[in-house]
């Protein structure tokens, strides 16, 4: 069964831009999550979607947001990017069907550097 | 919300030792708790994880406990190997968060041949 894929693997952008990165889960799996990984806070939760539906969501501005497709699929967006948002950003996926505490496979991630 | 906590920060071991890392959390509610490693340039990849209605799991050459009372769980790795160099993190999170898990600061783990 093929693994969590996301892409680009790499991003470089400026200030000011917006950015998508895109998740595709692992075949059956219907709960997306993501992750921000930062040397300074870590891995941080952004949101998680199930069957097109954010469920929960973490402390991060309005600048990020996401979406899911009805092949699960993910999507997440950064608006207005700023020097703060570089990282590593993690996709994770599940099967969703368990009350909140799936075992998650993570992706290989998409590094953005913003300049 | 959730605080996980994790210790130590780097660790160094002799190839053949045994390397332990603790993590504690504060929400009493949790009761799931995983442990991912992540090599350079790679995603977390899960290695074991441990539900609060056990206080033991092993796989191998890992094993992890969980005291609920002191709310705090324990990853361990036995006859280390070279390959087992990496950071670790713990997480935990609890029944209806919807998959949002609280990471630990994760471990550097360095095993010397």
């Known amino acids: 069964k093929a693994g969590v894929t996301q892409t680009p693997r790499y991003l470089i952008k400026t200030r000011g831009q917006q950015v998508t990165l895109s998740c595709s889960p692992i075949s059956g799996h219907r709960s997306v999550s993501w992750y921000q990984q930062t040397p300074g806070q870590g891995l941080q939760f952004l949101f998680e979607?199930?069957?097109?539906?954010?469920?929960n969501k973490g402390n991060f501005p309005g600048r990020f947001s996401g979406r899911q497709f009805s092949n699960s699929r993910s999507e997440m967006n950064v608006s207005t990017l700023e020097l703060g948002d570089s990282a590593l950003y993690l996709c994770a996926s599940s099967s969703g069907v368990g009350r909140g505490t799936d075992t998650q496979y993570f992706g290989p991630g998409t590094r953005l550097t913003v300049l | 919300g959730e605080n996980v906590e994790q210790h130590p920060s780097t660790l160094s071991v002799q190839e053949g030792d045994s390397a332990v890392i603790k993590c504690t959390y504060s929400?009493?509610?949790?009761?799931?708790f995983p442990w991912y490693k992540q090599e350079l340039g790679k995603g977390p990849q899960l290695i074991i994880d441990i539900r609060s209605n056990v206080g033991e799991k092993k796989d191998q050459r890992i094993a992890v406990t969980l005291n609920k009372t002191a709310k705090h769980f324990s990853l361990h790795i036995t006859e280390t190997q070279p390959e087992d160099s990496a950071v670790y993190f713990c997480a935990a999170t609890y029944f209806y968060n919807f998959n949002k898990f609280y990471f630990g600061s994760g471990t550097k783990l360095n095993v010397k041949p």
């Open positions: 979607y199930f069957s097109e539906t954010q469920r």
């Open positions: 929400d009493s509610a949790s009761n799931y």
